[in-house]
Structures are given as structure tokens and as C-alpha cells.
T-cell receptor, first 116, second 113 residues
Framework: AQSVAQPEDQVNVAEGNPLTVKCTYS??????LFWYVQYPNRGLQFLLK??????LVKGSYGFEAEFNKSQTSFHLKKPSALVSDSALYFC??????????????FGGGTRLMVKP | NAGVTQTPKFRVLKTGQSMTLLCAQD?????MYWYRQDPGMGLRLIHY???????AKGEVPDGYNVSRLKKQNFLLGLESAAPSQTSVYFC????????????FGPGTRLTVL
């Protein structure tokens, strides 16, 4: 079975400082990895994904994520946080093969609070 | 281009009542999904469809049924609502099941008393 862990319920950072939101995963074989963001009372919005290739993936709104196969991690990063980045962030994984190939498994979410 | 829309936005049911949630997408996507979101648990897949006329169970299918009679619509039914089904329900669609991202609707907040 595939699973995703987001060890921090909340991350607090000051505006202008770098931010990291952590994600580790477990899956059989190679993974597809995703980050989504959810603003209050809205659906999830796609930020970025890792399929194959370069371990550093760049996405929307200046976010990037680093795939680390040996540590089974896919941490979300941004060099300089904005107050408007405050939201709920979800990491998700899908196995490339097997019966779970159609299923996306989400982590529990991490609330990012950026203070002025 | 409306993307993914969900009807209704809010609903309050009494235990034992039934209802249907409607999801519609205008992106000609093959794959559609129903999730529920509960605090601290992320999103959990209820049912999904890989094309018109097909459905499959997800992680938490019990108490729900679905139908995909038309490619653009995916219906989620609760035959006999229970308080444990109080949640926010999200529909999503994607072009494929591979590396393609999913596009989400705005959600339906359901309360079962």
C-alpha cells in the first residue's frame, strides 16, 4: 500500500524567510509525486509534480520541491515566503504501476502560516 | 471554461436521508474522482471512474454509490446518510491516471444530523 506522511501539522515562518514543508512517502516502485495547495473554502490547486528526470522540480508561485529517492522525501520549498502563501498544503503520491496506479494518496496536510 | 463544478455547495441531512452530489467537468477528461476531506486526514478517495460507464472503489467506498452515465458528469450518492458521513466532499478530474494532475471542484460541505 502507498502512503504519505507530512510530519508537521503547522509551519510558521516570517515573510521574506525561506520555507520548507516536509513530505515523505512509501510506495512500491517508482512514484509520481505531487504538491497541492488549498486556500480557505476552496478546492485543491496543483502546484508541481515529479515524474522523472531532474530531482529539483519548479512549480507555480515560486515554489519548488526536491525529490530524494534514498530518503523517500519530496519536500516543498520557497526561497522567500509571502503572507499570501498562507494556506493548507498537501503532498500526494501515485504508484507508477500496479493496481494502485489510478489512486492518488494524500498526506494529512500542513498548514503554512506566514507572518508579516 | 468552468473547469470542475459541484452541486450543491452546502447540504444538511438527517440520519437516514438520501441525497446525490453532482460533479460536472468541461475539460473532456477521462478520469473523475470523489474524495472526502476530514480534519487531519487529508483527502481520502471514495470512488473513481476511468471513463464513461465505468466506476471503481477507492479507499473508503462503504455507504456511497456512484454513476458515470455521461463522460462529463460523475454522481455520488448516499442512500442512507449517517453522522460519520459529515465531511467536505471534493470532485476531481484528470486527463489520465499517469503523471497528469487532477483538477478539483470547490467542494460540497455536508452535515448529517
Amino acid at each position: 500500500a502507498q502512503s504519505v506522511a507530512q510530519p508537521e501539522d503547522q509551519v510558521n515562518v516570517a515573510e521574506g524567510n525561506p520555507l520548507t514543508v516536509k513530505c515523505t512517502y512509501s510506495v512500491s516502485g517508482n512514484p509520481y509525486l505531487f504538491w497541492y495547495v488549498q486556500y480557505p473554502n476552496r478546492g485543491l490547486q496543483f502546484l508541481l509534480k515529479y515524474i522523472t528526470g531532474d530531482n529539483l522540480v519548479k512549480g507555480s508561485y515560486g515554489f519548488e520541491a526536491e525529490f530524494n529517492k534514498s530518503q523517500t522525501s519530496f519536500h516543498l520549498k520557497k526561497p522567500s515566503a509571502l503572507v499570501s502563501d498562507s494556506a493548507l498544503y498537501f503532498c500526494a503520491v501515485r504508484a507508477l504501476t500496479g493496481n494502485a496506479g489510478n489512486m492518488l494518496t494524500f498526506g494529512g496536510g500542513t498548514r503554512l502560516m506566514v507572518k508579516p | 471554461n468552468a473547469g470542475v463544478t459541484q452541486t450543491p455547495k452546502f447540504r444538511v441531512l438527517k440520519t437516514g436521508q438520501s441525497m446525490t452530489l453532482l460533479c460536472a467537468q468541461d475539460m473532456n477528461h477521462e478520469y473523475m474522482y470523489w474524495y472526502r476531506q476530514d480534519p487531519g486526514m487529508g483527502l481520502r478517495l471514495i470512488h473513481y471512474s476511468v471513463g464513461e460507464g465505468t466506476t471503481a472503489k477507492g479507499e473508503v467506498p462503504d455507504g456511497y454509490n456512484v454513476s458515470r452515465l455521461k463522460k462529463q458528469n460523475f454522481l455520488l450518492g448516499l442512500e442512507s446518510a449517517a453522522p460519520s458521513q459529515t465531511s467536505v466532499y471534493f470532485c476531481a478530474s484528470s486527463r489520465s491516471a499517469g503523471g497528469g494532475e487532477q483538477f478539483f471542484g470547490p467542494g460540497t460541505r455536508l452535515t448529517v444530523l
